[in-house]
């Protein structure tokens, strides 16, 4: 029974676990199952079309420029039908002389090579945002799934452009077989008057809608989003009640049953079909009382007489919705044509799917057997050998697959105890995340972007440094490492926005000792914060005392935020684009919302996951109690939060024109020729009046002692009048993920906008801050065209902090931006200030950038 019990649970739900790399990257799929409409040049052909690859040319590219109205494509044959989830495409990169990528394409897609399909997202959309550099991979996840063997990426462009693309596409084999089915279209169900209508029609069905039938395809019956018990609530975000399932009223159809056919890719031994459907009797809705199913060995030839005959046991106490699993008795056909007779006034189901085989033999799941381990079960053909012969079999079989459950049931207690062995021990990181400054003869560790080595001719030998070595923990040793970093760290742990402005006055020594705080990686994962982000540290805030009284803003309700899409997300939430319904009346005058005639307003909702520790969510908590004290007009403002009920969420501006990082990348220097060609542009004044904005906002946060530690134009959202303000959505997002380092594949760190001391020391201070300004400041003057230090490696960006730790004068700079005033850069490099003492403060940078 247990055995049963898991192989049917893992057959339903492996399809929203259906994330797997199908081969573009590592080959499996080969060269001759790639092609395309055009190619520019040989060395620019298909089979360059891979992933986080740079072979030829660097990626496939269109012959010519792509014109708006092109269809150009790359198409890729999987060798099999296939549950298509996920698509990640990258420009070419070409080791840093490309610089092509597309911003948008389309996906059509093909079950026989023959009829071609066009995708559309679960709202009617058919375009994709792609990419917006030529290195950087964007992952977007299909809703609905494809099931396909053909795919076809299409570019597409307003202007006319040169595009270039890579590609990795992701999900599992489909081994339902199943390439089609055919039924009456789902019906709508009218309530008391004053409530909205129920629509429940299969709304991504890819066939032929005619005559209130649906034909030759697939659609929400397949897509792997299992209804819940109550079928007013759906799963996807911003969408009519009842969508996730497909419904029939009684008597509407001229009988009393519902006949739907299915059609498979071959012949198949059928041994179960598994229905899933909703039973909130209350509301006159009931799984099916029985069903007839009958069965077609070929296409041409006509159905068998016997049908296969299910009588459902109806339940009048359980409301949930469930599956129904109807046994098919090993019957051999290519298709089948099954009648559910209904048992109350309506019937609904949100999923289908069959256990079948070939000879005898029958799988059901969708997981790679090459990547992931799978359950199967293979029954021998009646035919070919005795029923008493079978028992023997089946009972061994039972047995030995049992023995094997309690062996790795026991092997995972085992794990888990270790783990949490190990979790109490002292950790290292020093393998992970070292300094290499031994000699030039060092192996120099390439990474995405790779780029050639700019550090390698420093002069050997020098003294090794570990990253967070233990000496840099103890105040004696780091100050006879490094004498006047003591007096510097004294003045700033003080007063230095490391703590809140109530924390107690500290003696010199003790402002030192907890001005280099140990870098345990219990430290380094909070750095991330709930969602991924890390919003104004504080650490000095308890949270011991931290209740509702605490948060100064409003509840909101939450069945008036609608989903838009998901903006990232971290180790322990999620942050999503939300509708607000009715915020403006909600906030009352003065609130910081663009003016919508009360309709809704888009917003950023934090959203902590129902598996988050209670650490995380105190943290959520002191977050919200954090950002509900602030009040600037260039801070991101804490509208409202819904903490009656989990999931706890907070509710913040979200800003209509987007990061400054992706504004200014699509924008170019204003200019006769921009004015001309109507081409999006910015004067040298837009950018200065950016960058006073975002001085003004760390201003107001270095008065409060709050340190942000990530500080960055991805970081920065502005509105309709270019009104800048200072957010943490940047490390939560899939955009920007190349921006960050990763310590032990757990914590990350944006190590190019960090202050030396806060790599090497883990010392977040306002000076640290002030650093993390300077190199903003170098992102808006060369418009985000490209990444700090983008001739650097990751490891070569560590080890120039080593350099600035020497001030041996071998620390590399950032190179002045050609926009850029000489004033201006001299301000920036008075913020890289090796010493901390000598950085301007944000108060200073303020007026000087205000005055001048």
């Known amino acids: 029974v247990i055995f049963w019990i898991f192989v049917l649970d893992s057959v339903s739900h492996s399809r929203t676990h259906c994330r797997y790399p199908l081969g573009m990257e590592d080959g499996r799929i080969k060269d001759h199952d790639i092609t395309a409409s055009s190619q520019w040049y040989e060395t620019t052909g298909p089979q360059y079309a891979r992933l986080n690859r740079e072979e030829g040319d660097g990626a496939w590219c269109p012959a010519g420029l792509l014109q708006p109205s092109d269809t150009q494509y790359l198409q890729v044959d999987l060798g099999q039908l296939t549950f298509l989830t996920v698509v990640g495409t990258q420009g070419r990169y070409a080791r840093n002389s490309g610089n092509e990528f597309a911003r948008m394409y389309r996906l ?452 008036r935020l609608f989903f838009r899409e998901k903006l990232g997300e971290g180790q322990f939430g999620e942050v999503h684009l939300c509708e607000a319904e009715g915020l403006p009346e909600f906030l009352g005058e003065g609130a910081p919302l663009p003016d919508r005639d009360g309709r809704s307003v888009l917003v950023a909702v934090k959203q902590l996951r129902a598996d988050a520790t209670n650490n995380a969510r105190n943290d959520f908590l002191k977050e919200i109690k954090i950002m509900s004290r602030l009040n600037d007009p260039n801070i991101i403002q804490l509208l409202c939060v819904c903490v009656s009920s989990d999931p706890l969420c907070m509710v913040t501006e979200y800003m209509e024109n987007g990061d400054l990082n992706m504004f200014l990348s699509q924008r170019e220097m204003e200019s006769t020729l921009t004015h001309a060609n109507n081409i999006p542009s910015v004067s040298l004044s837009d950018l200065l009046h950016m960058s006073v904005q975002i001085s003004s906002g760390m201003r107001y946060l270095a008065s409060l002692n709050f340190v942000h530690r990530d500080l960055a134009t991805r970081n920065c959202l502005l509105d309709r009048r270019l009104t800048i303000k200072i957010a943490d959505f940047g490390m939560s997002r899939n955009l920007y993920s190349s921006d960050y380092y990763r310590i032990q594949g757990r914590a990350v760190l944006p190590i190019r906008w960090m202050a030396w001391e806060s790599i090497l020391l883990g010392k977040f201070t306002t000076a640290s801050d002030v650093w993390a300004f300077g190199v903003t400041l170098w992102e808006i003057f060369t418009l985000c065209k490209e990444q700090p230090y983008s001739l650097l490696s990751d490891e070569q960006v560590i080890e120039n902090t080593g350099e600035f730790f020497r001030n041996q004068g071998r620390q590399i700079f950032l190179f002045p931006p050609p926009l850029c005033p000489s004033s201006l850069f001299e301000l920036m490099m008075r913020c890289w200030d090796r010493d901390i003492a000598d950085r301007p403060t944000f108060e200073g940078l303020y007026q000087m950038e205000s005055s001048g």
């Open 108 to 559: 059509n897609y093909s079950r026989d090579g023959l009829l071609w399909k066009s995708w559309k997202n679960r709202l009617g959309d058919k375009i994709m945002k792609a990419n917006d550099n030529s290195y950087a991979s964007v992952i977007k996840d299909l809703h609905p799934p494809v099931i396909s063997r053909f795919i076809r990426l299409i570019p597409v462009t307003q202007v006319p452009n040169t595009v270039c693309m890579r590609v990795e596409l992701y999900g599992c084999p489909w081994h339902d077989g199943l390439i089609s089915y055919s039924s009456p279209e789902g019906q709508q169900m009218y309530s008391s008057p004053g409530y909205p209508i129920v629509s429940l029609n299969d709304s991504t069905y890819d066939g032929v809608h005619e005559r209130r039938k649906l034909s030759g395809g697939l659609g929400q019956l397949t897509d792997g989003v299992i209804g819940q018990d109550d079928f007013l609530v759906t799963r996807q975000y911003h969408v009519w009640q009842g969508y996730d399932y497909v419904g029939w009223k009684n008597g509407s159809l001229g009988s009393g049953h519902v006949e739907m056919e299915f059609v498979f890719d071959k012949q198949r031994n059928f041994t179960s079909m598994k229905v899933h459907c909703n039973n909130m009797f209350q509301s006159g809705v009931k799984i099916f009382s029985s069903v007839s199913c009958s069965f077609k060995p070929r296409l041409l030839a006509n159905w068998e007489a016997e049908p296969a005959e299910f009588h459902t046991v109806l339940d009048d106490r359980n409301p949930s919705a469930r599956y129904v699993t109807v046994p098919l008795g090993r019957r051999t056909a290519k298709a089948l044509r099954c009648r559910f007779t209904f048992a109350d006034m309506w019937m609904m189901f949100s999923e289908i799917s069959f256990q079948s085989g070939e000879k005898g033999r029958w799988v059901n799941t969708v997981i790679p057997t090459q990547m992931t381990p799978v359950v199967t079960s293979a029954w021998p053909n009646e035919e070919s050998q005795p029923d008493n012969g079978n028992t023997p079999v089946l009972i061994g079989c039972l047995v030995t697959i049992i023995l094997l459950l309690v062996v790795i049931i026991f092997l995972i207690l085992r794990c888990q105890y270790v783990c949490k062995v190990l979790e109490k021990a002292p950790r290292r990181i020093l393998e992970e995340v070292t300094v290499r400054l031994s000699s030039s003869s060092d192996t120099v560790i390439l990474q995405t972007p790779p780029v050639p080595p700019r550090v390698s001719q420093m002069d050997p030998p020098y003294e090794r440094i570990f990253l967070l070595d233990p000496q840099y923990q103890d105040p004696a040793a780091l100050r006879n490492k490094l004498p006047e970093l003591s007096q510097s760290a004294e003045a700033s742990a003080c007063g230095g926005g490391y703590a809140e402005p109530d924390v107690t006055q500290c003696t010199p020594h003790q402002c030192f000792h907890n001005s280099v705080p140990h870098y345990a990686e219990t430290d380094i994962v909070s750095l991330q914060g709930v969602t991924g982000s890390n919003m104004y540290a504080v650490p000095a805030l308890t949270v011991d005392s931290l209740t509702r009284k605490d948060i100064s803003v409003a509840e909101f309700p939450r069945h």
